[in-house]
């Protein structure tokens, strides 16, 4: 399958760029990982129309997060995250975006802290709860 021939594609040039893969780990150690990090590249293509809880989850820790720009992802507000296009454009903006972080790490710092306070309310468990209520008693 298309996994396989990913693995055989990405395996040598993950060994010799010194990438460790470390396979699942705990929630808790995900999180720590993730905190860690001055920015979170999760780009998704092609998507299969659902939200990443992985951009959801690092944002709400109030990490800058990469992600590829699509209908999933629009709602996020550009000042939360770093949009990405798939396509010819996506590696070098990729790259532009990682050396401006670099360069200005309170930028990363602030847009994290976008980051966090927009997935505290628009995915506060509440909020969500009586969303799905108002949808199964039919008031929307």
């Not at 396979?23 to 990443?52: H, I, Q, Y």
């Not at 944002?59 to 507000?77: H, Q, R």
């Not at 454009?89 to 972080?101: K, V």
């Not at 790490?105 to 847009?111: C, E, M, N, V």
């Amino acid at each position: 399958g298309a996994g396989g021939e990913q693995e055989r594609f990405l395996l040598p040039r993950m060994n010799a760029t010194k990438v460790r893969r470390t396979g699942r780990v705990s929630d808790t150690d995900f999180e720590k990982w993730g905190m860690a990090c001055d920015v979170v590249v999760n780009l998704r293509f092609p998507s299969a129309g659902e939200s990443s809880s992985v951009s959801v989850r690092m944002m709400g820790l109030g990490v800058a997060v990469a992600m590829t720009e699509n209908a999933e992802n629009d709602d996020f507000p550009s000042d939360a995250c770093l949009k990405i296009p798939h396509g010819e454009i996506e590696e070098a903006l990729l790259l532009e975006y990682l050396l401006a972080l670099e360069g200005k790490p309170d930028l990363g710092r602030a847009i994290g802290a976008n980051a966090r306070e927009y997935v505290k309310g628009a995915h506060d468990l509440d909020r969500v709860v009586d969303l799905y209520l108002e949808v199964l008693e039919g008031e929307w």
